[in-house]
């Protein structure tokens, strides 16, 4: 570690500066029938600075289950719009919201076995081919093939000829406010305290060796990585998980019982349990716990299936897991949900911010003491800092890279303004980490050449 450097004197401080990621590409279907609907995409509009004309009002049933018909209307509104608006190919993702329906109903939508319930599938997925060149794809007999799935590189309609829809829902408007105020670009996650948990509860011996098997590719990965992991292969279901950032389950007895997980901002699910007709409505009667319940409790963003999916059409744990922490290329959580998604108008249901991605900050779990105001610019620089402790004592000063080594500390105490000479680190992004007599405070800076 190189020696800290510092100089004090008295600095104009710069403001700071953050990245922005544009939403231009982003547009909100509306279901004007719907009170929720309105609601939540008005308020996820101002959050993301959404354009205007990326606003799309659809007039449909409220319910969440519709059938072929119903589904037809809502899909010839939407592409109207998009082509009158010359909108098609300048958008990349779209978002539904609660009070748009969830799920077509083409025919008897129980698992079959031999046959399947291939067309029965999710509004989303049928969305993501529209204006397509598959577009005879849609309500067909099978589910087409995902150009995107496999792939390592951002997302472009341009080039994979579909859209990533994702969708904002959960039992409560304010379950939804609270998922896109703790979601988007760039969430700081800790490395060191967040926890990947991986739960096989009360499934047939004959699957439960299938998933075994599918989760340890996932498991390694995330470990190799130098995440923590939680294994619970166990006949119950694991309770009580503190800092989750990911989580898969799949379990195929029912249970009411809360999991009273604290999730933190970022944090992702795959669950293979909710076969609930009703899977966002608290007022149905349910005997299993569903993606809405996470959701309640403080999940991020998810994936579930609105039918009964066949093993082939799982979704692949290990890639999910391998892009959405791949903090250094930042997919974000469409990009990661539909790299890991093997088919295309299928029973696929994928909930959030479509842009949510990670950074990490390990000392993202410490917070930040609102009352302290330290100074710190100008930012980006090209690695000499002017800081102003305005009022607080500095204890102690810690650089993080963004993969979460520490690259820079001291225990110099400071309480005047200084500089922080970091000029002998690379480019890039970085997280600043002062522990004060006041409590800690974090920013995220950035190196120039």
């Not at 994702?166 to 998922?179: A, C, K, V």
């Not at 998810?302 to 799982?314: Q, R």
């Not at 990670?358 to 609102?370: K, R």
């Not at 980006?380 to 820079?408: A, K, M, T, W």
Request: with cysteine.
């Amino acid at each position: 570690m190189k020696a800290l450097q510092i100089c004090f004197s008295l600095l104009f401080l710069s403001p700071v500066l953050h990245s922005q990621v544009n939403y231009d590409d982003v547009a909100v279907i509306i279901n004007d029938n719907s009170p929720i609907s309105i609601s939540v995409g008005n308020y996820f509009q101002s959050q993301r600075s959404i354009p205007n004309q990326n606003i799309i009002h659809i007039t449909a049933p409220t319910i969440e289950i519709i059938d072929s018909a119903a589904f037809e209307a809502l899909r010839v509104q939407i592409e109207s719009y998009l082509t009158t608006n010359n909108l098609t190919d300048s958008i990349n993702y779209i978002v539904t919201t609660k009070g748009v329906p969830l799920k077509v109903d083409r025919t008897n939508c129980s698992y079959q076995a031999g046959a399947g319930p291939f067309n029965c599938t999710t509004v989303e997925s049928e969305l993501t081919l529209i204006l397509s060149g598959e577009t005879n794809s849609i309500g067909s007999s099978s589910p087409t093939i995902n150009t995107y799935y496999g792939d390592s590189a951002h997302f472009s309609r341009s080039i994979y000829d579909m859209y990533l829809v994702t969708r904002l829902d959960g039992y409560t408007e304010n379950d939804i406010f609270s998922l896109i105020d703790r979601s988007g670009p760039s969430t700081p996650v800790n490395k060191i305290s967040n926890n990947f948990v991986f739960d096989i509860s009360h499934v047939p011996p004959g699957d439960a060796a299938f998933y075994d098997s599918y989760m340890s590719q996932s498991i390694l990965s995330v470990q190799n990585s130098g995440w923590n992991t939680i294994y619970h292969p166990d006949t119950t279901r694991l309770y009580d998980q503190e800092n989750v950032l990911g989580y898969t389950s799949v379990t195929y007895v029912a249970s009411t019982t809360p999991l009273n997980y604290s999730w933190v901002p970022g944090s992702f699910a795959e669950i293979m349990n909710s076969q609930s007709d009703e899977i966002f409505n608290n007022t149905a009667p349910t005997a299993d716990q569903s993606l809405a319940d996470l959701i309640s409790e403080g999940l991020t963003g998810g994936h579930t299936y609105g039918h009964p999916a066949f093993f082939s059409l799982i979704l692949d744990y290990k890639i999910l897991f391998d892009r959405y922490t791949d903090t250094l290329a930042e997919f974000n959580l469409a990009e990661s949900y539909y790299m890991a998604t093997k088919r295309l108008s299928a029973q696929d249901i994928i909930i959030g911010d479509p842009k949510t991605s990670l950074v990490i900050d390990n000392v993202a779990s410490l917070g930040t003491i609102e009352s302290i105001n330290i100074l710190i610019g100008p930012n980006p620089s090209f690695g000499v800092l002017n800081i102003d402790p305005n009022g607080v004592n500095i204890e102690s000063i810690e650089v993080l890279n963004n993969v979460g080594q520490r690259v820079f500390s001291s225990e110099h105490k400071v309480a005047s303004k200084f500089q922080l000479d970091l000029s002998e680190l690379s480019k890039g992004t970085y997280f600043l980490h002062l522990t004060t007599d006041q409590g800690d405070y974090r920013e995220s800076i950035i190196l120039l050449d």
